[in-house]
């Protein structure tokens, strides 16, 4: 039997094409969860929504590594207590909407 041989390289073959980063999460989710949880501080701050946090000219995030690490930490300070779901939620969220990472 070759077909079964033949799916496992095709599904081989789609894992390894390049994937925007943070597309398992859901963006729709991850707007809330910041919504909740982290926006006041950010328009203290910036004022508007806060927004302008993340697309300031020397904003801090550069890469979706950095991303991901500022979520966690943020997460930890915060007492946000999500999981890991959640931050990749808000991953989702904060690259498609801002920082556009591919
Ligand atoms: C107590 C205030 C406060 C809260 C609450 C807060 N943040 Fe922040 N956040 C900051 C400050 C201050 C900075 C800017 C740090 C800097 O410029 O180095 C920042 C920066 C960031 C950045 C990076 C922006 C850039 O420069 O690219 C991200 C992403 C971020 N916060 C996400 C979150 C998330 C997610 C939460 C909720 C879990 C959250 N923040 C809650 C104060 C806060």
């Given at each position: 039997?070759k ?8 599904a081989?073959?789609?894992a390894?094409?390049h ?5 398992k ?5 991850g ?10 501080c950010?328009?203290n ?17 550069k890469?979706?590594q ?12 915060t ?7 959640d ?16």
């Amino acid at each position: 039997m070759k077909i079964p041989y033949l799916l496992l390289v095709a599904a081989f073959s789609a894992a390894g094409t390049h994937a925007a980063p943070f597309d398992k999460g859901d963006p729709k989710a991850g707007k809330a969860l910041l919504e909740k949880a982290c926006m006041s501080c950010h328009i203290n701050m910036f004022g508007g929504d806060g927004s302008k946090i993340y697309t300031r000219a020397d904003r801090k995030v550069k890469t979706p590594q950095q991303l991901a690490a500022r979520i966690s930490g943020c997460n930890a300070n915060t007492g946000a207590g999500w999981f890991p779901d959640d931050e990749l939620n808000v991953a989702a969220y904060l690259n498609q909407q801002y920082y556009k990472f591919k």
